[in-house]
Every structure is written in C-alpha cells, then in structure tokens.
C-alpha cells in the first residue's frame, strides 16, 4: 500500500513540474512580447510598450501618449502577435505529423508541404494563375498547393505497406519536385518576378495585419481544442496501428482528422508568412525532451514553446542589422539548424 | 464460460488464402497457445480476431456479441492486445504508458479512480519502482511487463498476444508466462497468445492450436498436441518428446544422428 502511496505521489509531483513548465513558458512568452515590441527606431522602453498595450485594451485606465500607442497597435504589436501564433501553430502540427506519422523528422518542411506552398507562390507571381484572384492570389495558391501537398503525402502514407521511413522519404522527394517547379519558373521568370518569389520564401511576419492575424488565430482557437481532446488518440496511434486500435481508437479515420488539421494549420500559416524553417520540427522536440512524450501533457506546450521562437528570431531578425530588417525564416534556420544537429548527435532512446 | 469463439474463419490476401475454416473457442481462465511454424497464419489470425483484419468468411464472437457488429471502444472494453515489443512512443513515461489502456474509458480528464487502477497494475506486475522510469530506458522484459500492465488496466475478459516472449532470456519467458497463468487463474481472463517456443506453450498454456499452412492441424491439450508426428508433419523435423516431465517436452534430433543413433 505505502508503495502505491510512492507511486501516486510521484506522478502528481511529475505533473505539477510539467504545469510549472508550461506556465513558465508562457510567462516567458509574456515578458517577450513586451520587449519585442520595444524594438525599432522609436526607442520606447519595455514600461512604456506594455503601457501602450494596455492602454489600447483599457483606454479608461490606462493612458499612453499617443505616438507610443500608434507605433505598438498600428505596426508592432499584429506583428510580435503574428510571429507568436504562427510559432504555436508551426508547433503544434509538427507535434501532431510527428505523431500519426510516428517519425521524430515529420515537419511541415520535411514532409515538402512548405515547398508546394513556394511553388503555389510561385505560380500567382510568374504567370499570374491561381484560384482566387486579386489581393489574395498568391496567399490562395501557396495554401491550396500546400494542402495538395499534405493530400498526397497521406495517400501516400495510408498506402498499403508504407513504413514511416518511406515517408519521409517520400517527403523530401516532393519537396525536391516542388523545388524544381519553382526554379524552374524563376527561370523563366523576369527579374521583378524572381525577386518576389525570393522574397516570398524567405519567410516573414513582414506582412502581418491584424485581420491576418484574426485568420491564423480563428482557425487555432477551432483546431486546437479538438486536438487536445483527442490527445490519447495521438498516444495511442504513437505505439501502432494495431495497439491504437485495441485501445478503441479508430485508426483511419483518426489520422485523416489529424492530418487535415495539422495541414490546414500550416497551409493558413504559410501562405501569409512564406517558409519559417524548423519550428514544426524542433519544438516538439525541445519539449518532449523536457517533459516526456506523452500527448495530453505534450501538445499544450509546444505552443507557447513554439510560439517563443518566431517573436524571439523576430526581434533578433531586426536588431542583428538594424535598421535592416533580416527575414525571420533565416534566422529561425539559424538558431534550429544547430539544435537539428544537436539532437542527431545526442538523442538516446526516443 | 466462453469469452472468445471463433468460427469456420477464413482470411485472404487478394488471391493467396492464408487462412481456412479455423474454428476454436476460449474460456475464461483458459490460456489457449497458437503454436505453428513461420508464415502459418498466427499474426494473421490474431490481427483478424482483434478486428485489423476483415475475415473474408466465418466470424469471431466476444462476449456472446459478433465482432463486426461492437464498436471501437466497446471491442477495446471487452479484448485486449499485446505487442511483440513496445512501439517507438517510448519517451513517455511507464505511468502514462499503461494510463494509455484507459483510453477506452476516457474523455476529457484522467480520474482519480484510472490512476488508482494505473497504480495498481504497476504493482501488481512489479513495475512500482519504474513507474516514472521512460519506457525507453527499460529492458526488454520490464517493456513487456509494461505492456501486460496496460493491457490489465484495460479490464478486459479477453486478451491476445503476439509473441510477446520473443525477445526475452528464458527468465524473463517465464516471468511474462507466470504473470499471464495467475491472472487467468485469478481473474478468470481468457489469453490467446502466438508462441515460438513449443516447450514453453507446452508449459503454461491449458490448450493448444497448431496452424499449418493456414488450417487447424491439431487442438487439444499440450499433451495431446505436442508429439512426433506433428513435429515431423507440421515443422518438418525430427523431435523426441519427453512425456516424464510435469508437461510434455521435445527435443529435436538431427535426422541422421536419429537414425543412426537408434
């Protein structure tokens, strides 16, 4: 009985850490957007930025000057937001392709869905076709190429027989056609279109707004309750197909869900923002290094984990130059590209 | 009572039949061993049973119920599966693992009541000491330990495994096996599991059932099962099968020494 009393005692305690990491995370979260925001030209102090925003959610009681106001509702704050969200949700659906696909490398990137997005870019740029015209043809085009994409690596991957490392591989083979088809239209393409299609993909918050920022942040907040009540199916589904079964968990139909969720929450994200490398690979990953593997547990963090990398590379992007502001695609590949090779050399187990 | 009872099942892979009119029931507190040589049909029997598969004839029975016509989460409340080895979920921790087998009982939150259920599983199969341990860091046999664990918290009448002894030293074999034999005893479980091993089946479990090439070629007792001429028709060897012992036990000869020799 005192052994049992051990064991319940043990796991409480596991679970409390775990909820101290996640709050720590978001107060983390918390305290960078307020000093993301300080940054640029206008030099506003963190108290004076984080006045600024409250005095744009409570102008009763709070009150800033009107500039400081201007500079963080008009142009910083949408943008640190938008970074923010695209990081939780860049996380949570390599979390979730990590785990029906059950491959530690399953990403957006990996698996090529950020490639067909370049070359559905691409397409609106060069030759001006897409689906919807206007305002939104190259947003429309990169998510429609990216949800073919996620369409085409399923079939492949619910395709009699196909293991997990087939996947990946078939992953990077698409990612490579969709490279070719979009260096094949900057070939053809004049020097203005090559430019936009450079610019598009080197992945940015460049061009957030705040109804861009209402988009991604509406199809979170629909998405990311169900994953999280569906939680013990990613588990189950991580120990096979036949175990996720017997465990009550209907398998096919499990991980189509999953995998329209995790795509559509990619595709919504880089259409607007172009490649944001490693975030969908490598957040997971930090945390289930930190708290384990389990889903119910793993899936909230990664979101404010997540979500601290863009705002971070973000402000980084914009202090390294500054006043040029570098991509925050680049930097990402920089700070996850090393962490990527950490992990191979030092992953045991998992 | 009869928990298990498959009937006149038959099972194809587009044109190459695999399996044909297998039949056989399991009663509670019965451990029934499906013994044969590689490619008989074992996995697929069970994965046709545990309902991956879709028999192209016959039907199994749970609990009184056809498979076909019971729900996901009713089947994962009536028969649990065993691996042959842990999946690659494996940095999560033993706890979790086995919390894993009140998936078909959850929705939202864990109860007090399935951690209770958790903790003791742990104990009763000896995993207390592990229960925060990564199932990663654990050795073949505490994985398979883990893997009962979660089945157990399953509350299931039913359960079926799949050479889950394979990867074991003769120690842990019969650790697993031990562990298996008092549960149908005391919990009155009906157990179907695929063995390698003939002498160990012969051991612990109450019937046996010998496929070949996808049809039942002997079921019984281990006593009325294990003998020469199905060794010989069957695995196509030459075997002596010592019957002085608590349970029937066969030691296979090279067929030039038998001849020889005798």
Not at chain 1, 149 to 157: Q, R
Not at chain 1, 234 to 261: C, F, Q, T, Y
Not at chain 1, 284 to 297: E, K, L, N, S
């Amino acid at each position: 009985m005192e052994q049992n009393v051990i064991i319940q005692e043990g796991y409480t305690r596991l679970k409390k850490t775990r909820a101290l990491f996640i709050v720590g995370l978001l107060s983390a979260l918390v305290i960078l957007i307020g000093i993301a925001v300080t940054l640029g030209s206008a030099g506003l102090t963190v108290g004076e930025s984080y006045l600024a925003i409250l005095a744009g959610l409570f102008p009763g009681i709070f009150s800033a000057p009107d500039l400081a106001t201007t500079i963080v509702w008009d142009f910083r704050l949408h943008r640190v937001l938008f970074a923010v969200s695209s990081g939780f949700g860049l996380a949570v659906a390599g979390c979730v392709m990590q785990g029906i696909l059950r491959n530690p490398l399953a990403s957006p990137f990996t698996l090529g869905i950020a490639s067909a997005a370049a070359t559905g870019a691409s397409i609106a740029i060069v030759l001006g076709a897409g689906v919807v015209g206007g305002e939104y043809l190259v947003i429309g085009n990169a998510f429609l190429f990216s949800l073919l994409a996620a369409l085409a690596i399923y079939g492949m991957a619910r395709y009699r027989g196909i293991g997990s490392e087939t996947m990946v591989l078939a992953g990077i083979a698409l990612m490579y056609l969709f490279s070719a088809v979009t260096s094949l239209l900057q070939y053809v393409g004049s020097a203005e279109q090559l430019q936009a299609v450079v610019f598009w993909m080197f992945g940015s918050v460049d061009k957030s707004s705040w109804p861009k920022l209402a988009i991604v942040a509406l199809v979170l907040a629909c998405t990311i309750p169900y994953l999280i009540y569906r939680a013990w199916d990613l588990n189950a589904l991580a120990e096979g197909d036949e175990v996720a079964a017997s465990l009550g968990v209907p398998v096919e139909r499990s991980m189509a869900v999953h995998m329209m969720i995790a795509s559509l929450i990619t595709a919504v994200i880089i259409c607007f923002t172009g490649t944001i490398g490693f975030i969908g690979l490598v957040a997971p990953h930090i945390t289930r290094m930190v708290i384990g593997g389990d889903f119910p547990t793993l899936l909230p963090p990664p979101r404010p984990g997540g979500g601290l990398l863009p705002p971070s590379a973000d402000s980084i992007a914009r202090s390294v130059l500054a006043p040029q502001v570098l991509p925050v695609g680049i930097v990402t590949a920089f700070l996850g590209v090393p962490f990527f090779i950490y992990l191979f050399l030092h992953r045991r187990g998992a | 009572m009869v928990r298990l009872s498959v009937e006149d099942l038959s099972f194809a892979y587009r044109n190459h039949e695999v399996l044909r009119g297998v039949t056989f029931p399991v009663h509670a507190g019965e451990i029934l061993g499906l013994v044969g040589p590689n490619g008989c049909g074992k996995t697929t029997l069970i994965r046709c049973v545990d309902g991956m598969l879709s028999p192209n004839g016959g039907k199994v029975m749970l609990e009184g119920r056809e498979l076909g016509t019971m729900h996901r989460r009713e089947v994962a409340r009536a028969m649990a599966y065993v691996p042959q080895s842990a999946g690659n979920h494996t940095s999560s921790t033993v706890f979790e693992t086995v919390l894993m087998g009140r998936r078909p009982y959850l929705n939202w939150t864990v109860n007090p009541d399935d951690e209770e259920k958790v903790v003791a599983a742990l104990d009763l199969l000896d995993l207390g000491d592990l229960a925060l341990r990564k199932v990663g860091e654990l050795s073949g046999g505490e994985r398979q330990r883990v893997m009962i664990a979660r089945a157990l918290v399953q509350e299931t009448g039913v359960v079926l495994l799949d050479e889950p002894t394979s990867n074991l030293d003769v120690c842990h074999q019969m650790g697993v096996m031990e562990v298996l034999s008092s549960l149908a005893e005391e919990k009155g479980l009906a157990v179907v599991i695929a063995l390698h091993d003939l002498n160990l089946a012969a051991t612990y479990c109450h019937r046996l059932m010998v496929l070949s090439a996808g049809s039942v070629y002997g079921y019984g007792t281990p006593e009325e099962v294990l003998t020469e001429a199905m060794l010989r028709n069957v695995y196509g060897i030459e075997a002596v099968v010592k019957r002085d012992l608590p349970a029937p036990y066969m030691v296979p000869v090279r067929a030039g020494r038998l001849r020889g020799g005798a």
